[in-house]
Nanobody, 115 residues
Framework: QVQLVESGGGLVQPGGSLRLTCAAS????????MGWYRQLPGQLRELVAQIRSGDNRDYADSVKGRFTISKDYNKNTIRLQMNALKSEDTAVYYCNVVQTGTEYWGQGTQVTVSS
């Protein structure tokens, strides 16, 4: 059972930056994919950014050029650097990994962009 713990969420003004970190209980080498999703109340969870096998990276159109996903094999962490934040980025952000066909989720961290 993979454990994922997110941190780094909070309140930030429009145009500001935040960095989310996801700490995994197992080596990142064991995951087929790793990424970040977000969810607003009453809405479906949507992909924000992910790293797939072969180091292929995908981003939602709404965050391209502003968000960057990265990984640290030494620390078993997955990060999401978020710059130029907008009010519409406000959501609960979830870390996600896939290991041998099974998905695992973190508990989520709230990001609020507001003046």
């Amino acid at each position: 059972q993979v454990q994922l713990v997110e941190s780094g969420g909070g309140l930030v003004q429009p145009g500001g930056s935040l960095r989310l970190t996801c700490a995994a209980s197992e080596s990142l080498f064991s995951f087929y994919s790793m990424g970040w999703y977000r969810q607003l109340p009453g809405q479906l969870r949507e992909l924000v950014a992910q790293i797939r096998s072969g180091d292929n990276r995908d981003y939602a159109d709404s965050v391209k050029g502003r968000f960057t996903i990265s990984k640290d094999y030494n620390k078993n962490t997955i990060r999401l650097q978020m710059n130029a934040l907008k009010s519409e980025d406000t959501a609960v952000y979830y870390c996600n990994v896939v290991q041998t066909g099974t998905e695992y989720w973190g508990q989520g961290t709230q990001v609020t962009v507001s003046s």
